[in-house]
């Protein structure tokens, strides 16, 4: 049986996912699990696939959904309750993740995403990074960041911690972006079997009363595509430190 608490985390994650997908108004819209997809929600088949795409990447340990094995809700919430990703946080009302593949070993991805102070080499959005402190596994730095797309220049402070043993990086913010009451994350590094490695981005937040939700999933959506995208693209031989 699954466990209640688990069930109620991935009915959360649904019911965010189709507020994405603007397929509801509101992501605090009461949604019945039990309706069929197709005619209840009246999704397309892409609709359908894009919803399924989204739920999967939560679970990213386990095999994907097979959206022609979907017929309501509930087979999302309760593929989630069983494979949601361990690391991912519970404590917020909206997580998001991304992945992608790298043609590199583990090690060499790794140093990406943990050597931070080469990053303003790498991300067209960091401009500066200013350290605080380092002792290899706990990291503070500001990082400045000139806005993809709108050009608006903010900063961000970030908590880190650093396993090298077991390839876990984990972020948060006790300065988030404007309108995040609170902004964590990590970063996961999967091997493959064929020596390349799966880079998983993945960000928990809440917001401010204020704060339009829509907008701030449009925002870090954005920065995981950018940030894994670069990552890809670098480790593929595409671009240049």
């Known amino acids: 049986m699954l466990h ?11 019911t965010n996912t189709l507020f994405e997908l603007g397929v509801i108004d509101s992501n605090n819209d009461s949604v019945e699990m039990e309706q069929d997809i197709r005619q209840g929600l009246g999704l397309d088949s892409q609709e359908l696939m894009t919803l399924v795409e989204i739920v999967s990447s939560l679970g990213l340990s386990a095999a994907p959904l097979d959206e022609d094995n ?12 069983a494979h949601r ?3 991912l946080h519970t404590d917020v009302p909206f997580v998001l993740q991304g992945s992608t593949i790298i043609s590199q070993d583990i090690e060499t991805v790794f140093s990406y995403i943990r050597d931070y102070r080469k990053w303003p080499e790498m991300l067209a959005h960091v401009t500066k990074i200013e350290e605080d402190m380092d002792d290899g596994r706990l990291q503070s730095f500001i990082m400045h960041i000139e806005e993809l797309g709108t050009k608006q220049d903010y900063f961000v402070k970030s908590w880190r911690y ?9 972020f ?3 300065l988030p972006p404007k309108g995040f009451r609170s902004h964590k994350g990590g970063w996961r590094f999967q091997p493959l079997a064929d020596g390349r490695t ?27 595509h950018a940030a894994l995208s670069t990552w890809a693209r670098l480790g593929n031989g595409e671009c240049n430190v």
């Open 70 to 81: 979907v017929t309501t809700l509930a087979d999302l919430v309760n593929y989630l309750a």
């Open 198 to 224: 799966r880079l998983i981005s993945y960000h928990g937040f809440s917001l401010h009363d204020d704060t339009q939700a829509d907008e701030a999933i449009i925002l870090i959506r954005k920065h995981i």
């Open 172 to 174: 948060s913010q006790p």
């Open 162 to 170: 650093v396993n090298d043993e077991h390839r876990i990086i984990d």
């Open 4 to 14: 209640d608490c688990g069930v109620r985390r991935a009915a959360l994650d649904v």
């Open 85 to 87: 990703d361990r690391w």
